[in-house]
Structures are given as C-alpha cells and as structure tokens.
C-alpha cells in the first residue's frame, strides 16, 4: 500500500496550490480519503476528507477556500486550494482508510509567504 502526493511548493500569499494524491497497492474498499496537515510545533490537523459516497468535510480554517475532489476509479483525491494565507504553511499528508486501517503519504511541503 502506498499514498504518492504531488503538488507542494512555495507560493505568494492569496495564490492557488493543486496537491494530488494516487493509491496503489489498494484495490478496493478505500471508505475515507483526504487531506491533513501539520505546521510546525502543532498537531496534526483534518483540512478535508471525503467518505465513499459522501460529500467532502473541510476543516473550518479551510472552508471556503479549499476544494476536494476524489476518483474512485483511479483511487486518487485532490486537493484544490485558492486563497492561501501564511497560515496554511505546512506539511501535507494524504490519508486513505480502508477498513480498519489507515494509511499515510510521505508529507509534501506548502509554504506561503506574506
């Protein structure tokens, strides 16, 4: 099983980053994928996440300005954000849940400068 995350970078303050994340090794039964981040010296937090089926939830520092969509088919979720502030400087990681099992990308790095 494996989460490979493209999309990280270094952007101005109130430009656009798109982080996509592909399953495989996963052939069915994913019930959640999504998005999490961790700044430094905080805990990791949700920024969005999707159920098989469901409608995306956002984290509230998030809503508004991010976007998740998910292909079931090719078993990857992306990540559309707009509006970036400092504030969403952070590692990103994509997450997928199969089961009971939860599985983690290796992180790619946002940073948005002021």
């Known amino acids: 099983v494996k989460l490979v995350e493209s999309g990280g970078g270094l952007v101005q303050a109130g430009g656009s980053l798109r982080l996509s994340c592909a399953a495989s090794?996963?052939?069915?039964?994913?019930?959640?994928m999504g998005w999490y981040r961790q700044a430094p010296g905080k805990q990791r937090e949700l920024v969005a996440r999707i159920t098989r089926g469901g409608s995306p939830n956002y984290g509230d520092s998030v809503k508004g300005r991010f976007t998740l969509s998910r292909d079931y088919v090719r078993n990857t979720v992306s990540l559309q954000m707009n509006e970036l502030k400092p504030e969403d400087t952070a590692v990103y990681y994509c997450n997928a849940v199969q089961n009971v099992n939860s599985y983690w990308g290796q992180g790619t790095q946002v940073t948005v400068s002021s």
């Open positions: 090794g996963i052939f069915f039964g994913i019930n959640n």
